[in-house]
């Protein structure tokens, strides 16, 4: 690792481990203190500031992740980085849920670590030069950070000219040398360009500032349904089933014209103000008959895990019921707040979903009716035959269930129920 004036805080219990770690990022490079408790923790994090936080999840009394939750709630301008040598696919799920970087599995090898410090450091960096008064990315002035991912930043910006608000993806810097990772981010500027739809993000705009490559995208005053999820908060059947139709017209429209998304989860999802669900992130979707925009080898996987479809997992062609199972999921999901396929490590999650292996939603929640859990058993089907044959097939069948549920039109019924939320109810 290169010299960095970024500071590193070690958090576990364990003497051993929090000393040899901290040794080998100190040998990189690194300012490094040590704490061995949550107490230490948040007095070294309000006293020295650090930039990046390595953070044991299993400690007595506090445990990590109650300390990771506090730090996310005042607002430290830092970097999370958990650990543990017992967590479950669960346990990871939670902390990325609520922000942290990265999620090591102990015992990690010193490149995982170093790879997931420098990734950290890089992307604290960039928050610090974004944050400098009047930086411009092209033709936008950058305002305030308003999401960030394992790629990418996402930035409220303004059209220099114009004033009109934009949101700028800002790629972070140390992918810009990993060319699979520029040609996605290429990618998602082309393909989502030709998608015109009310339910998918516009892009206007993509270029490169001072060694930072962006997209300039719609702003967007709403939810990712990742909020409801991370605040464990359960929709209503029909506001999801809401939610699903209108993800069907967007993929019916990508579909249209041969792209398959490969990423259905709900940060990808978002609910504006008005009721209209957009789907965003066309970054890694492929171009079935296009050669030239094929990013991934054949066998390659991509895509989230704990959404991804059989085939997707086994590296076979994708197609559009790939998109249509990976909705599935996130319809279970955030009706009942449950994934379907379950297990003790990732492991254990993949080979439940290669094998079909899931509870039906209404087993999970009595209180999915037979109809909607139909639709959703029928989404998650292994066999991608067996699955709806089209997203116009499975919006037809949802369009069916509100009707009979009087919600005719979906915006509305999702407009009302965004009225109804508390007015301190976050953004993401």
């Known amino acids: 690792m290169e010299k960095s004036n970024t ?26 203190d040590e704490a061995e408790n949550s107490g230490q923790c948040m007095e070294l994090l309000a006293a020295n500031r650090p930039g990046v936080v390595l953070m044991d999840i299993q400690m007595p009394g506090i445990d990590g992740m109650e300390t990771f939750k506090r730090i996310v709630h005042e607002n430290h301008q830092v970097e999370t980085i ?22 090591l599995q102990k015992p990690f090898s010193l490149s995982r670590l170093r790879e997931a410090v420098r990734a950290a450091d890089f992307k604290h960096q960039q928050a610090l030069r974004m ?3 009047g930086k ?19 930035y409220r910006g303004l059209h220099k000219s114009l004033g009109t608000p934009v949101a700028l993806k ?12 520029m040609r ?21 705009d993509y270029g490169r500032q001072d060694n930072l490559y962006y997209l300039a995208m719609e702003f967007l005053q709403g939810r990712s349904l990742n909020t409801f999820v991370k ?38 999802i978002i609910i504006t103000d008005t009721g209209i669900v957009k789907l965003v992130d066309f970054g890694i979707s492929r171009w079935l008959d296009a050669p030239g925009l094929q990013l991934t080898q054949p066998h390659q996987i991509v895509g989230t895990p704990l959404y991804m479809s059989p085939e997707q997992i086994d590296g076979k062609p994708v197609s559009a019921q790939s998109d249509i199972f990976s909705l599935g999921v996130v319809l279970y999901l955030i009706a009942t707040l449950y994934y379907p ?50 997203a116009a097939d499975l919006r037809n069948a949802i369009e069916g269930y509100l009707l009979k549920k009087g919600v005719p039109l979906p915006e509305n019924a999702l407009a009302d129920y965004f009225r109804k939320l508390p007015a301190d109810f976050p953004r993401e």
């Open 82 to 103: 958990m650990m543990s040598a017992h967590g479950t696919i669960e346990t990871a799920v939670e902390a990325v849920k609520y922000g942290a970087h990265d999620f």
């Open 136 to 154: 411009t990315m092209g033709n936008y002035i950058v305002q305030e950070e308003v999401g960030s991912g394992a790629s990418a930043t996402i």
């Open 131 to 133: 944050a400098a008064d």
């Open 184 to 204: 996605r981010f290429e990618n998602e500027a082309k393909l989502t360009a030709h998608l015109a739809h009310p339910n998918i993000v516009r892009v206007f």
């Open 231 to 268: 605040k464990e908060r359960r929709l209503p059947l029909s506001v999801c089933m809401c939610v699903g139709a209108q993800v069907c017209r967007a993929l019916e429209a990508a579909h249209e014209r041969n792209v398959i998304h490969r990423d259905i989860k709900p940060s990808n």
């Open 170 to 181: 800002v790629l972070h810097p140390h992918l810009t040398a990993d060319h699979a990772f």
């Open 7 to 32: 500071r590193v805080l070690v958090v576990d219990d364990e003497d051993m481990i929090r000393r040899h770690v901290a040794d080998i990022l100190r040998d990189g490079g690194y300012v490094v």
């Open 341 to 390: 396929f379950s297990g003790e490590n990732l492991g254990a999650v993949v080979k439940a979903i290669t094998n079909g292996e899931f509870r039906e939603p209404m087993r999970a929640d009595p209180g999915i009716d037979a109809k909607a859990n139909a639709v959703m058993v029928q989404c998650l089907q292994n066999n991608p035959v067996q699955r709806f044959a089209s």
